[in-house]
């Protein structure tokens, strides 16, 4: 999440196809995994249901096998859960973004240095 | 740019104010150093001179120094330049943009084998 205080790396992955993997789309696999609803994942993430549910959609369709398995939509709001693809490719952008962050760092600090500070204005 | 038949890796880095710099502003600074022109480096990226001129002006208020220096503004669309802090800025961003490549080369892989193939559908 941003924090005024820190420079923040975002990374957007485009696949084949055009669709991308980003900092979004991770948060709501992750609220998934931590919540066990695509309804409270979102919310979360002041996301409205039918928002998180068609993130939810695209996610599935974009690699060979669904990445959120749902017991029940609709209505009733079921109880969602990562697979193990979902698993995979979660742990893949966060190594991603810790990897990016690592290899960043000389960069960052001198961008940081460039940039005005709001403080000395 | 984007290409259809390969994964590309963005990066948005959010600075200190909430200002950040991305793959849109560091084209167009590599489109002014160019071209020599706001002007023509908008147009490249199909972008109107307003839209290309309230980038650069988000830029040089973004960092201790301008990163752009514009000969003359208005409706004569005069010639315009980075300055050394521009050439730093653009060069920093390339830089990171090359790290994170070579740093997330195994997860890219590995996201990509996991996508949908279009061409199996």
Redesign the interface.
């Known amino acids: 999440m941003?924090d005024?205080?820190?420079?923040?790396?975002?990374?957007?992955?485009?696949?084949?196809?055009?669709?991308w993997?980003g900092p979004g789309k991770a948060d709501l696999l992750e609220g998934i995994a931590e919540t066990g609803s695509i309804s409270a994942a979102g919310k979360r993430m002041k996301m409205s249901y039918k928002r998180a549910w068609g993130l939810v959609e695209v996610l599935n369709?974009?690699?060979?096998?669904p990445l959120v398995a749902s017991s029940r939509g609709g209505a009733g709001h079921g109880g969602a859960e990562l697979t193990e693809?979902g698993r995979?490719?979660l742990q893949?952008?966060r190594?991603?973004q810790s990897?990016?962050a690592?290899?960043?760092e000389v960069?960052?600090a001198?961008?940081?240095r460039?940039?005005?500070?709001?403080e000395r204005k």
């Not at 005024?4 to 669709?19: F, I, N, V, Y």
């Open positions: 941003a005024k205080d820190h420079p923040e790396l975002k990374l957007r992955l485009t696949l084949r196809g055009g669709e993997l369709g974009m690699f060979r096998a693809a995979d490719v893949l952008y190594q991603m990897n990016a690592s290899a960043t960069e960052i001198e961008l940081t460039l940039a005005d500070i709001p």
